[in-house]
């Protein structure tokens, strides 16, 4: 079967805001898994994703855009983003986990001496990037939420919006996780030591309320560890969480504000969160409760070093609108254009594009402009990175091989962290009518044994097909006179010829008139025209009737008397035939006149 490429140009236009710093997702999720994994989903509150990875992916870049908005980042904050299997059982699982991955000390531009600050802090404090290549933060969420095990029949909910449902929030757990990554933690251990025995940026804020000297930093171990465990008794002081603290209706003893310190030691969770009677529930308590303030969470990273720019991050919204056609066709190049325009000022961060891959095509290349492209199954995405500040056009060509050359869909979406009023404007698809393989038309030359009076005889001609075609294809023929005479030897035939789609030959069968006479073997000639969906190379086929009447025998008798009448018997065909082809040749002049006399009367 013959193969034919297309070529499928995409153009993809946005309007976009440049960030000035930005939290990287670094997807190290391998193919077909967690934020790859291309099982079909509904696109859902502003989320236009349609595949499980792809709504994973949006959704955490959703959640750092706010961020974004909530602190000053200078340097772009890296983070290593992977979903895997955590466990859990039907009432309770660890939903995800997050850590610096390093932390620095005494580096240029550090507010305090001897204090570590955890690396993304760090950068941006100093304004350089002071560990080049390394992820800032790591990250895991636990992808068996979205199983039947795992919580029962609840599953995340990966929309952008704060909608009252059963589900796990993904947007809340993927903030909270990320600002611990950003210091909302310490390096002090459950024993109380501090980390070489320098205190960190966050610890020096913490103190116990009942034991004396009450500041985590001025402690022994032993003391610390103590304080640790002291529920209601651990106080953050910070003086901008001590003047937030007035939005507080509980959780608070004066300005103070109570972190969580149960007792036994939760590893993971104690110290580093606040605690959980803090009214209104905040982002960084040790629970996931729904749509949590930020207002503490804010104020406590200003006490670390950031600089907040607001307490209360608004949702990343826009209207992207994805419409395709086909632009123009030459020869087998398709052209599909795809716009999207954005009518909010917000930045467009990391916009991709999804194109489940139709079985009956094979990708052979995949080249945008900017940003890149994989395959994860039959999905293929393109992440077209961040978008210029001004109108954007970032083009993506597909070289796509059309195995069985046969009408396709291809559907595609477009989707980035915004949220969309009108999901519906994301999705588009566009049908593709190839032009059909033409195929080469050739009739071979046929031969058939005349026969005897009576005999239903015919002379079989083979007309084949270069290739197989979606298409019917349709070829005239006739045959005309050599040697054997229409009406005498044969009888005369035309018409059309049609050759079903799918199939790579035909028959056109001329019906022979058999005799008893002696003769040579004769030639009529079957001629094709007018090809359809088809183009004839091979035109003329010569059919060859073959007699079958041999003489009959009788006994010779002796010496040149048998050579007489071989002699004898050969002089007389040669007079039958002779005498025959008189007959035709009458018969063919007396045709001709008749039909000048039919043509001039």
Same mark, same amino acid.
């Given at each position: 079967?013959?193969?034919?490429?297309?070529?499928?140009?995409?153009?993809?236009?946005?309007?976009?805001?440049?960030?000035?710093?930005?939290?990287?997702?670094?997807?190290?999720?391998?193919?077909?898994?967690?934020?790859?994994?291309?099982?079909?989903?509904?696109?859902?509150?502003?989320?236009?994703?349609?595949?499980?990875?792809?709504?994973?992916?949006?959704?955490?870049?959703?959640?750092?855009?706010?961020?974004? +908005?909530?602190?000053?980042?200078?340097?772009?904050?890296?983070?290593?983003?992977?979903?895997?299997?955590?466990?859990?059982?039907?009432?309770?699982?660890?939903?995800?986990?997050?850590?610096?991955?390093?932390?620095?000390?005494?580096?240029?531009?550090?507010?305090?001496?001897?204090?570590?600050?955890?690396?993304?802090?760090?950068?941006?404090?100093?304004?350089?990037?002071?560990?080049?290549?390394?992820?800032?933060?790591?990250?895991?969420?636990?992808?068996?939420?979205?199983?039947?095990?795992?919580?029962?029949?609840?599953?995340?909910?990966?929309?952008?919006?704060?909608?009252?449902?059963?589900?796990?929030?993904?947007?809340?757990?993927?903030?909270? +996780?990320?600002?611990?990554?950003?210091?909302?933690?310490?390096?002090?251990?459950?024993?109380?030591?501090?980390?070489?025995?320098?205190?960190?940026?966050?610890?020096?804020?913490?103190?116990?309320?009942?034991?004396?000297?009450?500041?985590?930093?001025?402690?022994?171990?032993?003391?610390?560890?103590?304080?640790?465990?002291?529920?209601?008794?651990?106080?953050?002081?910070?003086?901008?969480?001590?003047?937030?603290?007035?939005?507080?209706?509980?959780?608070?003893?004066?300005?103070?504000?109570?972190?969580?310190?149960?007792?036994?030691?939760?590893?993971?969770?104690?110290?580093?969160?606040?605690?959980?009677?803090?009214?209104?529930?905040?982002?960084?308590?040790?629970?996931?409760?729904?749509?949590?303030?930020?207002?503490?969470?804010?104020?406590?990273? +200003?006490?670390?070093?950031?600089?907040?720019?607001?307490?209360?991050?608004?949702?990343?919204?826009?209207?992207?609108?994805?419409?395709?056609?086909?632009?123009?066709?030459?020869?087998?190049?398709?052209?599909?254009?795809?716009?999207?325009?954005?009518?909010?000022?917000?930045?467009?961060?990391?916009?991709?594009?999804?194109?489940?891959?139709?079985?009956?095509?094979?990708?052979?290349?995949?080249?945008?402009?900017?940003?890149?492209?994989?395959?994860?199954?039959?999905?293929?995405?393109?992440?077209?990175?961040?978008?210029?500040?001004?109108?954007?056009?970032?083009?993506?060509?597909?070289?796509?091989?059309?195995?069985?050359?046969?009408?396709?869909?291809?559907?595609?979406?477009?989707?980035?962290?915004?949220?969309?009023?009108?999901?519906?404007?994301?999705?588009?698809?566009?049908?593709?009518?190839?032009?059909?393989?033409?195929?080469?038309?050739?009739?071979?030359?046929?031969?058939?044994?005349?026969?005897?009076?009576?005999?239903?005889?015919?002379?079989?001609?083979?007309?084949?097909?270069?290739?197989?075609?979606?298409?019917?294809?349709?070829?005239?023929?006739?045959?005309?006179?050599?040697?054997?005479?229409?009406?005498?030897?044969?009888?005369?035939?035309?018409?059309?010829?049609?050759?079903?789609?799918?199939?790579?030959?035909?028959?056109?069968?001329?019906?022979?008139?058999?005799?008893?006479?002696?003769?040579?073997?004769?030639?009529?000639?079957?001629?094709?025209?007018?090809?359809?969906?088809?183009?004839?190379?091979?035109?003329?086929?010569?059919?060859?009737?073959?007699?079958?009447?041999?003489?009959?025998?009788?006994?010779?008798?002796?010496?040149?008397?048998?050579?007489?009448?071989?002699?004898?018997?050969?002089?007389?065909?040669?007079?039958?035939?002779?005498?025959?082809?008189?007959?035709?040749?009458?018969?063919?002049?007396?045709?001709?006149?008749?039909?000048?006399?039919?043509?001039?009367?």
């Amino acid at each position: 079967m013959k193969l034919h490429n297309f070529i499928f140009a995409i153009v993809l236009l946005i309007v976009a805001n440049a960030a000035t710093g930005e939290i990287v997702i670094n997807n190290n999720d391998g193919s077909s898994e967690g934020f790859n994994d291309p099982t079909p989903v509904t696109p859902v509150g502003g989320n236009a994703a349609i595949t499980l990875g792809q709504a994973r992916l949006n959704l955490f870049r959703h959640a750092s855009l706010m961020l974004e +908005e909530m602190i000053n980042i200078t340097v772009p904050v890296q983070v290593d983003a992977k979903m895997e299997s955590l466990g859990g059982d039907a009432n309770s699982a660890v939903l995800g986990g997050a850590s610096p991955t390093i932390g620095a000390i005494n580096f240029s531009g550090a507010p305090l001496a001897d204090t570590w600050y955890v690396i993304a802090l760090a950068n941006t404090l100093s304004g350089s990037d002071l560990a080049p290549g390394v992820d800032d933060i790591t990250t895991t969420f636990n992808s068996d939420v979205d199983g039947d095990v795992v919580l029962g029949s609840t599953r995340w909910y990966y929309g952008f919006d704060n909608s009252a449902n059963t589900d796990i929030k993904f947007l809340p757990t993927v903030q909270h +996780e990320i600002v611990h990554g950003l210091g909302f933690l310490t390096f002090m251990n459950a024993s109380g030591v501090l980390l070489n025995d320098f205190q960190d940026a966050y610890v020096r804020h913490l103190e116990d309320h009942n034991t004396p000297p009450y500041k985590l930093t001025e402690m022994t171990d032993a003391q610390r560890a103590a304080a640790l465990i002291e529920d209601g008794a651990l106080h953050w002081v910070g003086d901008n969480v001590r003047a937030a603290s007035s939005n507080l209706v509980d959780g608070t003893f004066g300005d103070h504000v109570l972190m969580y310190a149960p007792n036994p030691y939760a590893d993971g969770s104690s110290v580093s969160h606040f605690d959980i009677s803090v009214r209104p529930s905040d982002l960084m308590e040790p629970f996931l409760t729904s749509n949590p303030d930020t207002i503490m969470t804010a104020a406590l990273l +200003e006490d670390l070093g950031w600089t907040v720019l607001t307490h209360t991050p608004s949702q990343p919204a826009a209207n992207i609108a994805a419409t395709a056609q086909i632009a123009g066709i030459s020869n087998q190049t398709f052209s599909l254009g795809v716009t999207a325009t954005n009518t909010d000022t917000d930045n467009v961060p990391h916009a991709s594009i999804e194109f489940p891959v139709p079985s009956n095509i094979t990708l052979t290349n995949v080249s945008p402009t900017t940003g890149s492209c994989t395959t994860h199954d039959s999905l293929l995405r393109c992440n077209l990175g961040t978008l210029a500040a001004t109108t954007s056009v970032v083009a993506l060509t597909l070289d796509a091989t059309i195995n069985d050359n046969q009408q396709t869909t291809l559907g595609f979406n477009l989707s980035s962290p915004l949220f969309d009023n009108d999901v519906s404007n994301n999705l588009a698809e566009l049908t593709l009518n190839p032009q059909p393989v033409i195929p080469d038309i050739s009739v071979a030359n046929a031969m058939a044994t005349e026969g005897d009076p009576g005999d239903n005889t015919q002379l079989s001609f083979t007309i084949n097909l270069s290739t197989a075609t979606a298409l019917d294809v349709d070829v005239d023929y006739m045959t005309s006179e050599n040697s054997a005479v229409s009406g005498l030897d044969y009888l005369q035939v035309s018409g059309t010829l049609t050759i079903p789609a799918g199939s790579t030959s035909g028959l056109v069968s001329v019906p022979l008139i058999p005799d008893n006479e002696i003769e040579p073997n004769e030639t009529l000639t079957l001629t094709l025209s007018n090809p359809v969906n088809g183009t004839i190379v091979s035109a003329n086929a010569t059919g060859t009737i073959v007699d079958d009447d041999a003489p009959s025998s009788s006994a010779s008798g002796g010496g040149g008397g048998g050579s007489m009448g071989l002699f004898l018997l050969a002089l007389l065909l040669a007079l039958v035939y002779r005498h025959r082809s008189t007959i035709k040749k009458h018969a063919q002049s007396y045709a001709a006149n008749a039909s000048r006399n039919e043509t001039s009367s």
